[in-house]
């Protein structure tokens, strides 16, 4: 049986109770086994698919492994995104690399790699704030970003270090 529930103060679940539409039987125990793998099992694909289920969850902590792992499968499916659209807006792109004087120049054709950017924004801040949490650390220490340069260090230097390894303020250590 699929069962949803409230979280209570202390991290406990409260109020638990039967989720509707929930399925019974051996697709569940199925379902509940691959979730409740060990996060050391998981792979480059598990931790993107974590975090894009949480992609609007502001709210926790994420560990280092979370976040990097999301930003290195979010980088790679970038690149994918650009040589894409270079491979599909072949013509405009090649046109654009050289130096045009007249007034008909291409336009840039990035329609896949904005799509995914778009995709990937609410996503990557959510992470961003999760794993801040983690380090004891406001969320919106993430628009260190909007600073050239050294906003950006520091920033990188707050997402690679070491998380609290005991409760803080935004509940309990991830691992």
């Keep these: 049986m699929i069962v949803d529930f409230a979280i209570g103060e202390n991290w406990q679940a409260i109020d638990i109770y039967q989720a509707l539409g929930g399925q019974t039987g051996a697709v569940v125990l199925n379902q509940m086994s691959q979730e409740q793998r060990s996060e050391e099992e998981y792979n480059l694909i598990d931790w993107f698919v974590k975090c894009m289920k949480n992609y609007a969850n502001f709210r926790g902590r994420a560990r280092r492994k979370e976040y990097w792992f999301f930003f290195l499968s979010r980088s790679l499916i970038m690149i994918a995104a650009i040589f894409l659209d270079a491979i599909l807006f072949n013509d405009a792109f090649l046109n654009a690399l050289e130096y045009c004087e007249s007034d008909d120049c291409p336009d840039f054709n990035f329609v896949i790699t904005i799509l995914a950017s778009l995709a990937f924004f609410i996503p990557e801040i959510a992470v961003g704030a999760r794993r801040l949490h983690d380090t004891n650390k406001s969320g919106w220490w993430y628009l260190l970003s909007l600073i050239p340069l050294f906003g950006t260090l520091a920033l990188i230097a707050l ?17």
């Design 159 to 175: 997402l690679a270090i070491e998380g609290d390894q005991t409760e803080n303020r935004y509940g309990p250590p991830p691992k």
